[in-house]
């Protein structure tokens, strides 16, 4: 049967969609049922598909890269966040997924990857070999949380530059290298912590230096990058604070650093109430420069920041339950412990027993 040029166009332009479906990633067998007796038929499209299944498999091996540079990151938050909680430091690792809640996901993605080839096979061995427990983000005995740490965040970058989690696993790698740096300023060897604090900077600085802000294509942040955004200027207010060592030029950074984070969550429409770790640290701050450094000014900043987040529902339930009542940020505990923040931890403590007592009669 002789099919008219407009039928034959129609059905060239259909199994070429198909075989450029299937080319993106290679990752199924090539579709012969649904283009063969086409292509049996059609000599140019016999051709065109020929030399799109003979092309090196670019495609396929990019998205093994990243399938395995995702299992790597995963297994590298896991680590960095039990070695933290180790180090008496809490992070708020925003989107950082659990190992064993995606467990089978990992252990598809490895056997995916180390069927492919014979350099495949042999990375993800030495994968497994470093694996960290699924519960408790524990390292294999022998290894140090700090190197295997650095191994799988750097190794996850490297395998995928450009991909999605770019922008958190740098941010990560700042979080290592200040969790390091803290651990030396405790043991008194200020010149090694001074030495990760700037590696861990440098870390942030690429992140908020990222064209994602402000891409020249027009197209917006994803949410992820918005996150990754707010977080590193929250973690390196941190790392000026304590390498400051609190130090009134210290604050005044970390306070602006704080204040520009807060300015993206509301430029981005983020979820205030998620980011309530900035109005802690931003608390912190102006308490300090007050109770240290004696700046009277600093005490009704205070003041009106904790007026400001009463004022505003969803986000005082979160701050005045997590940062008041619960007390996660055993620093600021103890500095509306202090007299001199008598009249601010009063209000905070009637406003959080007013929050509690309307969230209990709501809920009955």
């Not at 979080?175 to 030396?184: C, D, F, K, N």
Request: proline residues 4%; aromatic residues 6%; glycine residues 6%.
């Amino acid at each position: 049967m002789v099919h008219s040029p407009a039928v034959r166009s129609k059905s060239c332009s259909l199994v070429r969609q198909l075989i450029a479906d299937w080319a993106k990633t290679k990752s199924k067998p090539f579709p012969y049922l649904q283009v063969g007796e086409h292509l049996a038929e059609c000599p140019t499209c016999l051709s065109w598909a020929t030399d799109i299944a003979y092309q090196p498999t670019d495609h396929y091996v990019r998205a093994l890269r990243l399938r395995l540079s995702w299992v790597i990151g995963i297994l590298g938050q896991s680590v960095l966040r039990a070695w933290s909680n180790d180090q008496d430091l809490k992070f708020d690792i925003v989107c950082a997924q659990d190992p064993e809640s995606v467990r089978d996901r990992i252990a598809k993605r490895l056997t995916q990857c180390e069927s492919y080839n014979l350099e495949m096979k042999g990375r993800v061995s030495t994968i497994r070999e470093l694996m960290p427990d699924s519960a408790t983000g524990a390292p294999p005995g022998g290894i140090e949380p700090y190197a295997l740490t650095r191994y799988f965040l750097q190794s996850a970058l490297q395998l995928a530059p450009e991909s999605g989690q770019r922008l958190r696993l740098l941010d990560q790698l700042g979080i290592a290298e200040y969790t390091r740096a803290a651990g030396e300023q405790r043991a008194g060897r200020k010149e090694q912590a001074d030495l990760h604090f700037e590696r861990a900077k440098e870390y942030y600085r690429q992140v908020m230096a990222d064209a994602a802000r402000s891409r020249a294509d027009g197209v917006d942040a994803n949410i992820g990058e918005k996150i990754d955004q707010v977080s590193a200027r929250l973690s390196l207010a941190q790392v000026e604070y304590v390498q400051g060592g609190q130090s009134r030029p210290a604050l005044e950074k970390a306070i602006e650093l704080c204040l520009d984070a807060q300015r993206l969550v509301r430029k981005w429409s983020l979820a205030e109430e998620k980011f309530t770790r900035i109005l802690s640290n931003l608390l912190i701050c102006h308490l300090r420069l007050f109770l240290d450094h004696g700046e009277t000014g600093a005490l009704a900043q205070a003041r009106a920041l904790a007026e400001e987040v009463c004022a505003r529902p969803a986000v005082a339930r979160v701050f005045l339950k997590r940062w008041v009542v619960d007390g996660e940020d055993p620093e600021l505990t103890q500095l509306l412990s202090s007299p001199g923040a008598a009249e601010i931890s009063g209000y905070l403590s009637r406003r959080a027993e007013q929050v509690l007592r309307t969230e209990t009669v709501t809920a009955r």
